[in-house]
């Protein structure tokens, strides 16, 4: 639904600037570089268990799921997650570990890109 938004704004953008005889009209697109730091830190340190595209393995959960919707799993969780560890509580899929070598600001890209993945897929 975003996307076709989005997709619609820059129609619109190229439409009214090829109407524009005098000046010229520079669309803004968002922002997603974040996003893509995120996945890379993700695909790296997190899909292993919690799967590529954010959709689970024998090893660990889906985020595609409500359960980590931002209403019942904050951002903070994932901070908290990778710091401490995470005891099995959810699911049967053991215990996930602290990850040391991610540090708190590799995080803030990962949960960007998750709740990124997480709204396209309609989450919330
Ligand atoms: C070795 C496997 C493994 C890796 C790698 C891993 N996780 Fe997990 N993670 C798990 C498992 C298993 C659970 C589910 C625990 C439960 O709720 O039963 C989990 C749960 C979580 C939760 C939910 C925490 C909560 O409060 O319930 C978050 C958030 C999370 N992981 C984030 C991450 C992030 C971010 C990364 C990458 C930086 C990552 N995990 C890497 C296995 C892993």
Redesign the pocket.
Known sequence: MKRILLIAVALLFISSNAMATNHEIKPTMPNLSGIGVGKK??DK??A???GASLRGTK???TFMHRI?HPGH?ADG??Y???KRG??????K?????P?NK?NQRM?SS?VKYVRFMQKQAGIF
């Open positions: 830190l993700y340190n997190c292993a268990c919690h090893q660990g959960p980590y799993h969780s994932f908290m997650a990778v995470v005891r099995q509580h959810h699911w899929f053991g215990n996930m570990e990850l991610v995080v990962i």
